[in-house]
């Protein structure tokens, strides 16, 4: 995650993993999810965390999704149906539930598939958000198996040239497993820069480089500026412009959106835009392409010569997609995954509210009014 949307060392409240864990999973099963997909909830945002992908943890989505069950656009206990099937492909209604809890069944059903016959995908409409993409495509990395997850939202992109919002953020991620290397992983939004981190911005007051916003005209913002609020700015493709590469970014955001919701039966966004979440699912065995050993010594030959690249002057070295995120949960699960006060503040008025018990911190930083002590 870029450096400027961290919270700061002088005021990041430290809390474990199991803690976290727990308290969301408690929340959830208040908010009326079976224990069982509170759980897996739970799991996938401690592990957003622990990754280090704030933006997509409980820090800035959480609040989101206890305001979505509670106002009925997400269905605490959907009745997810398959639609269609083959043995390699399966096409999923998710009667509006939550994407972060079901769409780890949707990429399960893909790779059982991909065990069977090389190759599951898995199509979801009428879902919640999905969070972080890269999780889901663990699932299948962690299972020797390449896993892909795509990802619509509803309309908050410009097209190149354009002044109104067609497509959503629609991210792309990917993961592939290795033998001694960290895991590939790549995740990203087909945006400049992801919506969440925008807002994760704008929370902690930071600073956006140039051509990573439009004003509301759709004209790109060509100066650096302290973040705005949601309702001032208006998205970007990833390259800003057609100058950097703007056309590249819209290209991948609309394959995305073909993907995720021509292929699960669904409406785009900017045709409905009360159309709920589409998401694409795919596993890929590697034992049916390729010996897997021979896999493993050539991924992690490549992985090693990549990181042996002689740097650039003033850099201090060459990684791959995965590495900093793997680095990152090493050192989040002795240390602890950090917290802005405010997120601590949030979580104290919202556990109270619902009954469940606070959540435990691991350490505060600096003394902050109004925050429990460390315990």
């Known amino acids: 995650m870029l450096e400027q949307f961290k919270v700061s060392k002088e005021d990041e409240v430290r809390v474990s993993a199991e803690a976290l864990n727990k308290t969301v999973r408690e929340i959830f099963e208040r908010l009326g999810v079976p224990a069982d997909q509170a759980a897996e909830g739970a799991h996938v945002l401690s592990m957003t965390d622990l990754r280090g992908v704030d933006s997509h943890g409980v820090s800035n989505m959480l609040r989101n999704y206890v305001e979505w069950f509670r106002n009925g656009r997400l269905n605490p206990d959907p009745n997810w149906t398959i639609l269609r099937e083959t043995p390699a492909i399966a096409s999923i209604d998710g009667d509006a539930g939550l994407g972060i809890i079901i769409g780890p069944a949707a990429m399960r059903i893909a790779i059982e598939k991909a065990r069977n016959v090389g ?59 290795t033998r001694n290397e960290p895991p590939v992983l790549f995740d990203i939004a087909t945006t400049v820069i992801a919506e969440n981190k925008l807002r994760l911005a704008h929370r902690l007051g930071s600073e956006l480089e140039p051509n990573w916003i439009a004003r509301l005209d759709g004209s790109p913002i060509t100066e650096r500026a302290i973040a705005p609020p949601r309702e001032q700015y208006q998205l970007l493709p990833l390259g800003g412009t057609r100058e950097h590469g703007s056309h590249k970014g819209y290209g991948l955001g609309l394959w995305t959106e073909i993907m995720s919701t021509f292929l699960a039966g669904g409406v785009p966004s900017m045709l409905d835009p009360t159309q709920h979440f589409k998401h694409h699912f795919v596993a890929y065995d590697i034992e049916a392409f390729t010996d897997l050993d021979s896999y493993f010594d050539q991924m992690d030959a490549m992985l090693r010569r990549l990181q042996g690249t002689p740097t650039a002057p ?62």
Do not use: K
């Open 119 to 177: 190759v599951g995908v898995v199509s979801m409409r009428n879902s919640g958000h999905l969070g972080a993409a890269g999780h889901l495509a663990m699932l299948a990395a962690e299972q020797n198996m390449i896993g892909v997850c795509m990802s619509a939202a509803g309309p908050r992109v410009l097209p190149t040239h354009g002044a109104e919002p067609r497509l959503g953020t629609n991210p792309i991620a990917y993961a592939a497993p």
């Open 314 to 375: 003033g850099q201090d070295r060459v990684i791959y997609p995965g590495v900093l995120e793997h680095e990152e949960e090493i050192h989040r699960r002795e240390h602890g995954i950090p917290f802005h006060p405010e997120v601590i503040q949030w979580f104290e008025s919202i556990t109270a509210e619902l009954g469940v018990d606070p959540l435990e911190i691991m350490a505060v930083t600096r003394s902050e009014e109004g925050l429990p002590p460390a315990r």
